[in-house]
C-alpha cells in the first residue's frame, strides 16, 4: 500500500516562498489510481516526492512500510517523468540494457527487455537510434523503461500526452494488463476520458490540496468526469472567499 501522511512541501524562502503541497494525506489500495489537477496544482511535486526525487519538507511517505526516500524502495517501484530523457545516440534497446544494468541483480537479458518493447509497441524500433524517434514513441520507450526492474509500483506522469489515438489505445491496455498481473499504478494526468476508462479511483488535487480521494463512480455519480471534476474546484474556490 502508498501511504501519504500528511505531507507538505515548501519551496524557496522569504518572499520567494511557495507552499506547492499542503498537509496533503492519501492511501492508496487498488490496482489503478488516477490523480487530477490543473497545471500547477502539485502533482507532479508529490510523485516526484513518492518516488525520492524531491524529499517533503515535512510528513512521511510509504511504500509497503518502507519509507519512499529509502533505496531498497527504488527496486520495488518505476517511473516515467513528464518528460523523459534519453541518451540520443543509443537504440532503444541499448537504452532498456543501460536502465537495467541501474537495477544490480536483476540481469534477466535482452528477451525479458524484448517483451518490454512489445508490450510498449516499438519492438520494431528496438535497433533505431533514439535520435529517430518521434514523440509518441519517446513517450513509449519512457513507458517500456520504468518497467526494466518488473516494480510492483508504477508510477507514470503524464504517459499518454503527445499519443496518438492507437498509441493511447495501446497504453492504456497495457495498463489494465499490469493491474490484473497485480501491479499497481498510479496515474498523473489531465486527459480526463483516460481516467474513466481504467482507473479504479480517482484523487483530486488543487492547489496542492486533496479535494476528493475514492472511487471514479461516486464521484462522477452518473455525470461526466469534466463536468464533476471543474465543479470541485469551483466548489473550493467559492469557500475561499
Not at 524557496?12 to 492519501?26: C, E, H, I, M, P
Not at 509497441?121 to 535520435?131: L, M, Q
Not at 514513441?137 to 496518438?164: I, K
Not at 471534476?229 to 466548489?235: G, S
Amino acid at each position: 500500500m502508498l501511504s501519504i501522511s500528511h505531507v507538505t512541501k515548501i519551496y524557496g524562502k522569504g518572499k520567494k516562498r511557495r507552499l506547492a503541497v499542503d498537509d496533503f494525506s492519501l492511501d492508496i489500495k487498488v490496482p489503478i489510481f488516477g490523480f487530477l489537477g490543473q497545471n500547477g496544482a502539485g502533482k507532479t511535486t508529490i510523485i516526484k516526492m513518492i518516488t525520492g526525487l524531491l524529499a517533503p519538507t515535512s510528513g512521511t511517505i510509504t511504500i509497503d512500510g518502507i519509507v519512499s526516500s529509502d533505496a531498497s524502495s527504488k527496486q520495488n517501484m518505476g517511473f516515467m517523468p513528464e518528460t523523459p530523457y534519453f541518451y540520443e545516440r543509443m537504440t532503444g534497446i541499448e537504452f532498456l540494457r543501460f536502465c537495467e544494468r541501474l537495477f544490480p541483480g536483476n540481469g534477466r537479458g535482452d528477451e525479458f527487455l524484448d517483451g518490454l518493447l512489445k508490450k510498449a509497441g516499438i519492438y520494431e524500433a528496438r535497433d533505431y537510434e533514439i535520435s529517430t524517434y518521434s514523440k509518441g514513441m519517446r513517450q513509449r520507450l519512457g513507458f517500456a523503461q520504468a518497467l526494466v526492474n518488473d516494480p510492483n509500483y508504477l508510477f507514470l506522469d503524464e504517459p499518454l500526452d503527445g499519443l496518438d489515438p492507437i498509441g493511447r489505445h495501446d497504453l492504456k491496455a497495457s495498463m489494465l494488463a499490469l493491474a490484473k498481473e497485480g501491479k499497481r499504478v498510479f496515474l498523473n494526468t489531465h486527459i480526463l476520458y483516460d481516467v474513466e476508462e481504467v482507473c479504479d479511483e480517482v484523487g483530486v488535487i488543487h492547489e496542492g490540496k486533496l479535494l476528493y480521494a475514492g472511487p471514479v463512480k461516486d464521484f462522477c455519480a452518473g455525470r461526466p468526469l469534466e463536468e464533476r471534476f471543474v465543479e470541485t474546484v469551483k466548489e473550493y474556490e467559492k469557500k475561499k472567499k
